[in-house]
């Protein structure tokens, strides 16, 4: 199994360095360069949000940032939820990106994840970028340990109703190739993840908001679910900030 996950992970090496040298790649290079090219940060807190969760109060936080230049960035991600005085979820990724086109970055690096338990580890290839009409993607493939395989699709947009009051949609899904017992996630489509918030800027990097968020389990996450006698779907009221640096 260890021969497997080296073998993938040498193959997503080599096609990540195959593009970054690719007349795409030598492309986006050529309309970044304005012959000044500082070293930038970025921090995101997409969500710091609040929701209520059958008796608990759930705290959860997706975040994102990046330090690099145009070209070539190192990035961290975070999405962490925690209620009843515990961690529920906790995933991190740690990526190194490179421009392939205007608006769009190839990502590849690590991913951790800390809860629920047992940990997962995992090697990432993704692409993230603005879509025509502005819609935020973000796609990632995901490589695991005895060559376990997962895949992630994540789109976003803005839509703004006036110069600060803003509604964003969201939705991910998520698919695994295989079934993991300890870690309650099937084979196929495992989740859907919905939302939409609807935040004020107070000034553009700064923004409470409100919201719902709608999660829906498919396949043999469902029937893990079940199996325990949890919820296959839920919805919740959210209340939180939106802020950026």
Not at 10 to 35: K, N, Q, R, W
């Amino acid at each position: 199994m260890q021969t497997k996950l080296v073998t993938s992970a040498v193959i997503s090496i080599l096609l990540v360095l195959t593009l970054a040298h690719s007349p795409l790649s030598a492309a986006a290079e050529h309309m970044h360069d304005h012959g000044d090219n500082p070293l930038l940060g970025y921090i995101l807190v997409d969500h710091l949000e609040a929701y209520k969760d059958d008796e608990n109060t759930v705290y959860a936080l997706d975040a994102q940032g990046w330090v690099g230049k145009d070209l070539e960035k190192f990035w961290l991600k975070t999405d962490v939820s925690y209620s009843d005085g515990k961690t529920q979820e906790a995933e991190i990724q740690a990526l190194y990106s490179r421009a392939l086109l205007p608006f769009w970055d190839m990502q590849m690096g690590v991913r951790h994840d800390a809860r629920p338990a047992p940990s997962r580890d995992w090697l990432v290839l993704g692409v993230q970028g603005l879509a025509p009409y502005w819609f935020d993607i973000n796609t990632a493939l995901f490589i695991g340990q005895s060559a376990d395989v997962a895949a992630r699709v994540q789109m976003e947009y803005e839509l703004l109703l006036t110069q600060q009051l803003i509604l964003t949609p969201d939705v991910t899904a998520d698919f695994y190739g295989q079934n993991d017992a300890e870690t309650g996630t099937g084979a196929g489509l495992s989740e859907v993840n919905a939302g939409m918030r609807l935040r004020y800027e107070i000034k553009r990097e700064f923004a409470p908001f409100l919201g719902v968020n709608w999660t829906r389990a498919f396949g043999n996450t469902a029937d893990f679910l079940q199996s325990h006698e949890e919820a296959v779907s839920d919805t919740q009221w959210v209340i939180g900030i939106h802020a950026w640096f």
